[in-house]
């Protein structure tokens, strides 16, 4: 079993949808939770990162942590076509430097 | 500007050849990572450092190989060992030991030709 399971997609929606990504971890023990965005043919960006369980809101943009259900979800609110790219959940331990990474969803915002 | 920079941007290699990622941060970060990407399979950690002179095996060492000299540079050997080179390959570098932001390059594309 994966550490992080994310479903890869491709998920597409029109301009002006609610997106819903989300992520499921196997380790009680992660503290912090990553999302980032990653254009076609360049690095990843960090859009937002939480600790523990609960919600953070950016713009735009809200993370959402479940650690009950150890489940992670990001929110993008009046998506637009800017917004397409690939979604990258990720994790670590309070006490460690390795950062565990999902396979990524794509995302189409159609306009 | 501060950043992390990667060179080349796209590189080929011939079979048996070994060839060398290059990776330089003016972010004064302790800590510097490479990974590698595959189409469906998301970041998979090779090598990683927390410090100068010292660095540890990811999950997908083998065939690669490291070193940390400078805390600015984290060059990543591709050898001829690694059967399967061609891939996307990322360096990131963050603050230290608990890191919750990881700044990335722009990577380089390896090719086997």
């Known amino acids: 079993q994966k550490e992080v399971e994310q479903d890869p997609g491709p998920l597409s929606v029109p301009e002006g949808a609610i997106v819903s990504l989300n992520c499921t971890y196997s380790n009680s023990a992660f503290q912090y939770f990553m999302w980032y965005r990653q254009y076609s043919r360049k690095g990843p960006e960090l859009l937002m990162y939480?600790?523990?369980?609960g919600n953070k809101e950016d713009g735009r943009f809200t993370a959402q942590v479940d650690k009950s259900s150890k489940y992670i979800s990001l929110f993008i609110r009046d998506s637009q076509p800017s917004d397409s790219a690939t979604y990258l959940c990720a994790t670590l331990y309070s006490s460690a430097s390795k950062i565990i990474f999902g396979s990524g969803t794509r995302l189409s915002i159609r306009p | 500007d501060g950043g992390i920079t990667q060179s080349p941007k796209y590189l080929f290699r011939k079979e048996g050849q070994n060839v060398t990622l290059s990776c330089e941060q003016n972010?004064?970060?302790?800590?510097m990572y490479w990974y590698r990407q595959d189409p469906g399979q998301g970041l998979r950690l090779i090598y990683y450092s927390q410090i100068v002179n010292d660095f540890q095996k990811g999950d997908i060492a083998e065939g690669y190989s490291v070193s940390r000299e400078k805390k600015e540079s984290f060059p990543l050997t591709v050898t001829s060992a690694q059967k399967n080179p061609t891939a996307f390959y990322l360096c990131?570098?963050?603050?230290?030991?608990?890191?919750?932001?990881?700044?990335f390059g722009q990577g380089t594309r390896l090719t086997v030709v």
């Open positions: 972010l004064n970060h302790d800590a």
């Open positions: 990131a570098s963050s603050i230290g030991e608990v890191n919750t932001e990881a700044f």
């Open positions: 939480t600790y523990s369980s």
